[in-house]
């Protein structure tokens, strides 16, 4: 048995005994989950760190029939899917309630800050923020390791595959490395910022995933997965040189380039900035770039969005530390305090 489904298989008795017999501690949970820079270029599927200034946010409600509704979707300005199956957010609440066999089920009202097709992760956002919030309405709330399976369910409604570069940092915060099985985060120091910057332009998670079929010469495995070595040991060691050395998309990057508009030119902005790598964020068309100082991450953002605006395209920045936020129960929906920390310039 996995090392997830021995978690999940652990709480599942328990837990439903305690749902047969004792009375709900919670009828209404809200939650709030961060955006997120997936692939961090050179961990395609794997590897992904939460982003502060822009997330999700989810309303769930308990409620006495064995459904999972969605009552309502704000903020998003294209009609998302309101069927809980063909939402990422409804799909991961179904899994959940049977995994646990839970004979109550969940009404949720999700509240849209990532852009569609923003390459921000903004489809695993919702299913997050909804599952951490439902969480919170067990009788006895899982250890969010244990919503990783739940949440690999969701995402594949909206990307056609279960991956976890994103949903893995939003569950622990910070640098994660996500295989099927398992969640792993990666030490990053304190100092160490990333811009991110999200042109306004939208670029479809499954478009961004079909440029990548073909075949693939084995050096190319062999040289990424070289970087990506590079990039862990770097963080673990703290160690700028061997992240610089290492932080170098070139398997995935060079087929997913020519859907970015002027992308050669903002990634040379933010590696003229002292990046330590540049790449695009997710499935783009979102670019981000690492910094050892945050200073020199917001000259880089700015310049990066110069070099967008160059295309005709106005973009968002965000600044923020790469060992950023994990997904939480928040008070409130309509206050501007879940973010926790301001978008930047455009934004």
Known sequence: ???????????????????????????????????????VGVGFDILGHSMAGAGDRADVRRIEEP???????HGSVVDLPTDALGNTAGAALISLRKALGLRHGF?????????????????????VAALVAANALLEKPLPHE?????????????????????????????????????LLRIPVPAS??????????????????AALAGDYPLSAFVAQSANLALVLAGCYLSDAAL??????????????????????????????????????????????????????????????????????????????????PAARLIDAIDEKTWADAPAGEGA
């Open 243 to 324: 992240v610089r050395e290492g932080l170098k998309d070139v398997l995935v990057e060079p087929r997913r380039a020519s859907l970015v508009p002027n992308f050669a030119r903002v990634k040379q902005a933010a590696l003229d900035h002292r990046a330590l790598g540049a790449s695009i964020s997710g499935a783009g068309p979102s670019v981000f770039g690492w910094y050892e100082h945050r200073s020199e991450a917001e000259a880089a953002a700015a310049a990066m969005r110069a070099a967008f605006a160059e295309a005709g395209l106005d973009s968002d920045t965000y600044v923020a530390p790469v060992d950023g």
């Open 107 to 127: 009404d949720i009202v999700l509240h849209k800050g990532i852009a569609l097709g923003s390459g921000m992760a903004g489809s695993a956002a919702s299913c």
């Open 67 to 73: 459904v999972v509704r969605i009552s309502a979707i």
């Open 1 to 39: 048995m996995s090392t997830l489904s021995s978690t999940i298989a652990s709480v599942k008795s328990p837990a439903q005994e305690v749902m047969k017999s004792a009375p709900p501690r919670a009828r209404r949970a809200l939650a709030f989950a961060p955006a997120c820079v997936g692939n």
């Open 146 to 182: 244990a919503l990783y399976g739940f949440a690999l369910d969701g995402e594949a409604v909206a990307s056609g595959s279960r991956h976890g570069d994103n949903l893995g940092p939003m569950l622990l915060g910070g640098l994660v490395l996500a295989t099927h099985d398992r």
């Open 192 to 209: 160490w910022h990333c811009a991110l910057v999200h042109p306004h332009f939208v670029l479809e998670t499954r478009k961004a995933r």
